[in-house]
């Protein structure tokens, strides 16, 4: 891999003053509280994110010294029980926020030695990038977690990106509208470059013609499903005085009806069989999402441009999810919204290795473990995913029922 090391050094930068950022929001007395039981408290992920650069990049990948062996241990992994009580803290004692940040100072400072003068061109290239992506997409789950914190928890604050003005011609249309998809080649995996263990060795799926949905399921379209079954509301709704709200990041709003819902991989199959379909496989959202009439494929679903924000609502512009339809810029080939940003899309798909599957060297754990017929794959993106993550080949997974992530789903059949 080719390293270009000022370009590795402002990533890093940048992903460490956005993280802190995001830290920002929690009021600081909430420090040692837990926002979702499943998950460790604040003070956890403060640790984690400069331990696990120690460990892969310092420890793992250049074989030299860490800072702390304590913290290098305490704040090594996250947690991701199959129940609240299952849900142990590897502590009862944290250490102070003071202790914390001052780790976090000297390992930022010897992370950037290594990026700019260490010896990361033999083994330490994937582990480079690999800290950088881990960062970003810690960022994101961070942003769910604070999500769940009371408003008066939190300090308000605009979206750290710019967003651009919307489409109101296309928003608000109602989905229901499907596209047919001729049966085809879809590329799964990566053969461009760096990613994670998960996303290789790259190979070609036959997939069998399709029909998807133009547009993801809106609040609106779930509400009448709710009515017609008595089906429980999604986590992100609450009702108040017989009305239906959205809890957004900062402020509970009316319901928006023409965005897309946010919901479990249970609730959004349940919904799919509800309309007599199904949710679509990972291959088939390849194909819908980057597949062509021509046959050709492209990297991002509106082509091979980089991301920028006319494609979607991802890279923070947004703090909650904006109408289906808003962004005609990103749509892919067969004229499918969405499919990459404004929530994560569930598929069918359970996670598992590709045939070949090879743990990273840089970060052994990161897949393997997730191996076991209880966590599905989401594909595309986020409001609170970064641009960089957003790749052909990123896979992302969750247990069936996990209620806190930004994942929204549309029907096949
Ligand atoms: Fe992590």
Same mark, same amino acid.
């Given at each position: ?8 050094l ?18 600081p007395?909430t420090?040692?509280e837990? &926002?979702?039981?499943?998950? *460790? ?10 331990a ?8 793992? +990948?250049? /074989? ?13 992994r996250? @947690?991701?029980p199959d129940?609240v009580?299952?849900?142990k803290? !590897? #502590?009862?004692?944290?250490p ?7 780790y976090g ?12 003068? =260490?010896?990361i ?5 994937e582990a ?16 769910y ?13 605009? !979206? ?16 229901g509208?499907?596209? /047919? @998809? ?7 995996? *990566? ?13 070609w ?10 547009y993801n399921v809106?609040?609106?379209?779930y509400?009448?499903?709710?009515r017609a ?11 108040? *005085?017989?009305e ?11 319901l &928006?009806?023409d ?12 919904? #799919?069989?509800?309309? =007599?379909?199904?949710?679509?496989t990972e ?10 009439p ?20 991802f $890279?923070?512009? $947004?703090?909650? &999810?904006?109408?289906?339809g808003?962004y005609?810029?990103? +749509?892919?080939?067969?004229?499918v %919204? ?11 798909t ?18 393997? %473990? ?5 966590h599905?794959?989401? /594909? ?20 069936p029922?996990?209620p ?6 549309r029907?096949?059949?």
């Amino acid at each position: 891999m080719a390293l270009d090391r000022e370009m590795l050094l402002r990533w890093f930068h940048d992903g460490r003053a956005r993280t802190r950022e995001v830290f920002a929001i929690p009021k600081p007395e909430t420090y040692y509280e837990r &926002p979702i039981p499943l998950r *460790n408290p604040i003070v956890f992920y403060e640790g984690h994110l400069p331990a696990f650069n120690i460990n892969t990049l310092i420890k793992l +990948a250049l /074989k030299e010294p860490g800072i702390d062996a304590g913290y290098e241990v305490l704040f090594e992994r996250g @947690i991701d029980p199959d129940s609240v009580d299952a849900a142990k803290p !590897p #502590t009862d004692q944290w250490p102070s926020r003071r202790c914390v940040q001052e780790y976090g100072a000297k390992a930022d400072a010897l992370i950037e030695r290594a990026l700019s003068d =260490g010896p990361i061109e033999v083994n330490g290239g994937e582990a480079a990038v690999a800290i950088l992506e881990h960062e970003q997409m810690h960022q994101e789950t961070l942003m769910y977690m604070f999500h769940e914190m009371a408003y008066e928890k939190k300090i308000a604050r605009k !979206p750290l990106n710019v967003a651009r003005a919307l489409s109101p011609a296309r928003a608000g249309r109602t989905s229901g509208a499907t596209q /047919k @998809i001729p049966a085809g080649i879809a590329t799964l995996g *990566n053969d461009t470059g760096f990613g994670w263990d998960n996303e290789f060795p790259a190979h070609w799926v036959e997939v069998p013609a399709f029909e998807i949905d133009r547009y993801n399921v809106t609040n609106g379209e779930y509400l009448k499903y709710m009515r017609a079954t008595n089906a429980e509301p999604p986590h992100f709704w609450a009702r108040h *005085n017989g009305e239906w709200f959205w809890r957004g990041m900062f402020e509970l709003k009316p319901l &928006p009806l023409d965005a897309p819902v946010y919901a479990t991989h249970d609730e959004a199959d349940a919904f #799919t069989r509800w309309r =007599g379909r199904r949710l679509p496989t990972e291959a088939e959202y390849h194909r819908a999402a980057f597949g062509t009439p021509s046959g050709e494929e492209r990297l991002y679903p509106w082509g091979n441009e980089q991301p920028d924000a006319s494609r979607g609502n991802f $890279n923070f512009t $947004n703090w909650d &999810p904006v109408p289906v339809g808003s962004y005609p810029a990103g +749509a892919s080939a067969w004229g499918v %919204d969405d499919l990459v940003g404004n929530g994560w899309e569930w598929t069918s798909t359970v996670f598992d290795g590709f045939k070949g599957f090879r743990p990273m060297a840089s970060y052994p754990n990161y897949s393997a %473990d997730f191996f076991d017929g209880q966590h599905f794959v989401i /594909k595309g993106a986020s409001p609170a995913t970064s641009r960089d993550l957003v790749r052909r080949s990123f896979r992302n997974w969750f247990r069936p029922n996990y209620p806190y992530v930004y994942a929204t789903f549309r029907c096949a059949a």
